[in-house]
């Protein structure tokens, strides 16, 4: 491994997954939701930091290759287990969620089996965007959490003629719903592409 700024990135990134749910364990709510809310931002940033940067530095490499979506998938999983938790089992987020982290299951044990015809299976444009849609989808209802939980201890009605309580966590939750939904749509059909590029290599004859 070479000790690069790109690889440092991926590295704390990879080290910040399991912080979220930290967030909740050592912070009261709803700061542990905001607290979460910007971890999880910040490592969305570096992910797109420290890819940039190893293509504009030509400092790629196969720690960088490997490690990079690891520390996607587990600050995706790791968030949508505290989300789904904190949401109280909304069926609504749990069913996206499920296929999610279905997709993601299934495509690194395809990978696993394929070992080093592994390469073949390599990251598609819509991969990158549904790994997108993910990160804001869950930005999105970590926000409305953390909303949600801070409305409960104001009154019914916050001054006359103003907004109402729980008019901005159900816009943010129902928004997160929906973009929640979008990214499992787009998970399902790159999982369904990589199986299909799987395929000639789950044949007992080739």
């Not at 912070?27 to 293509?55: C, E, K, M, N, Q």
């Amino acid at each position: 491994m070479r000790w690069n700024l790109p690889n440092l990135l991926t590295l704390l990134r990879l080290v910040a997954a399991p912080g979220v749910p930290l967030m909740f364990l050592f912070i009261s709510r709803p700061f542990a939701d905001f607290a979460a809310l910007a971890l999880f931002v910040l490592a969305a940033v570096t992910d797109w930091i420290d890819g940039h940067l190893a293509r504009s530095w030509q400092q790629e490499s196969r720690f960088g290759a490997a490690m990079d979506p690891i520390a996607d998938k587990a600050m995706v999983v790791i968030a949508l287990v505290v989300i789904t938790g904190y949401s109280g089992m909304n069926p609504w987020l749990i069913l996206p969620a499920t296929v999610i982290l279905f997709r993601e299951v299934f495509v690194a044990g395809l990978r696993e089996f394929l070992g080093s015809d592994a390469g073949r299976l390599k990251v598609t444009k819509l991969a990158k965007w549904k790994t997108t849609a993910q990160m804001i989808a869950i930005a999105v209802m970590f926000l409305g959490t953390g909303i949600d939980y801070y409305e409960k201890g104001l009154p019914p009605l916050v001054g006359e003629g103003r907004v109402w309580r729980g008019d901005w966590s159900d816009l943010a939750t129902h928004l997160g719903l929906v973009l929640m939904w979008i990214a499992a749509i787009l998970t399902a059909i790159t999982g369904w592409d990589y199986f299909q590029k799987a395929r000639p290599w789950l044949r007992d004859v080739r």
